[in-house]
């Protein structure tokens, strides 16, 4: 698998990235899931989230992707009523934020290592814990900092007709 996008998080300010995926778990628990379109082998999951914390509880604040009916995804198109947030409820478990220089890049999910990770510890959508983990110094100057992907395939996207067809 190659590298992913990551989600989007809105963290003093400034939108990083993140590796996890809690809108995972709400597609996982039944949660309406539309057929998104992966175009792009860095986005298998096709689509991306953005996040924020308030008041110690995760909120999903937006969503971007491509049905595979080729219309746009948002927000609406998963919680129906709800444009602008969700109260992400649904979500226990830890969103890792990796910050500083990259150490190692690793072709695969989000296993490249970063010199820090802020690990935010959530239950039923409320921020419980949270420290940041030390993976080591990065040598010199030079080298990504912050998450990102370092190549990716795009796929063209299907003609209307293409779609009818299937």
């Known amino acids: ?20 995926e809690p809108l995972g778990d709400f597609f996982a628990f039944g949660g309406r899931n539309p057929e998104f379109e992966s175009n792009c082998t860095a986005l298998w999951r096709g689509y991306v989230g953005t996040w924020e914390i308030t008041n ?8 971007t992707g491509t049905l595979k009916d080729s219309t746009e995804a948002t927000l609406e198109t998963v919680f129906p ?7 992400a409820h649904w979500y226990s478990g830890t969103l890792r934020i990796p ?9 695969m999910g989000y296993a490249s ?6 690990l935010l510890k959530i239950e039923k959508g ?11 110094e990065a040598d010199g100057d030079s080298g990504p900092e912050g998450y990102g992907i370092g ?13 009818d067809e299937q």
């Open 113 to 118: 290592t970063y010199e820090r990770d802020r």
């Open 151 to 163: 190549a990716m395939t795009v796929f063209p996207r299907r003609s209307r007709e293409e779609v």
């Open 56 to 63: 110690d509880r995760l909120y999903i604040i937006g969503l």
């Open 1 to 20: 698998m190659t590298a992913q996008i990551g989600e989007k998080w809105i963290y003093d300010g400034r939108q990083v990235s993140m590796c996890s």
């Open 99 to 107: 910050e500083g220089k990259q150490l190692e890049y690793v072709h």
């Open 126 to 136: 409320v921020v419980v814990g949270s420290h940041v983990r030390q993976n080591g």
């Open 81 to 87: 009523g709800y444009p602008d947030r969700v109260f």
